[in-house]
């Protein structure tokens, strides 16, 4: 099997880079291959969810940190995620901003959500009083927003 090696630096968006979505205490899916060598997986960030946490950055104009993006199988169950979560196939972030909180982030989602801002918006609730999640879908526009 050939080994890419992941540059973890690359830019996906103005104001993200790769190494934001992952947490560095996620090792990855990992199995052997035929060769018996240990191969790591970890699925890329949607780039629908980069464009539309970029447009959120943008709108607000303050850095967004992210709190917990793409996580593998374990790392999932480890922060007792649900089962389905879109966190496992990069299609969904939790993020704070600084000065805000998660009702301050919310009224900007849903306000850009209702001017057509963010059109992979799928699900947007809050984890916290400071931590907003954001999930996506690239297959059906859905219009459902909740806190
Ligand atoms: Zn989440």
Known sequence: ????????????????????????????????????????????????????????????NKPVHLTSGVRSEQRNAQVRGSARSAHMSGHAADFVVHGMTATQLFNVVRAMHGYGMLPHLAFCYRISSTVLHVGVDVWIRRNSIWG
């Open 1 to 60: 099997m050939k080994k890419e090696k992941i540059n973890m630096n690359k830019k996906l968006a103005t104001n993200f880079r790769l190494r934001e979505f992952y947490n560095p205490n996620d090792k990855g899916t990992t199995w052997r291959d035929r060769d018996g060598n240990t191969v790591t997986v970890r699925p890329m960030p949607a780039q629908e969810l980069v464009d539309t946490l970029q447009a959120i950055r943008s709108r607000i």
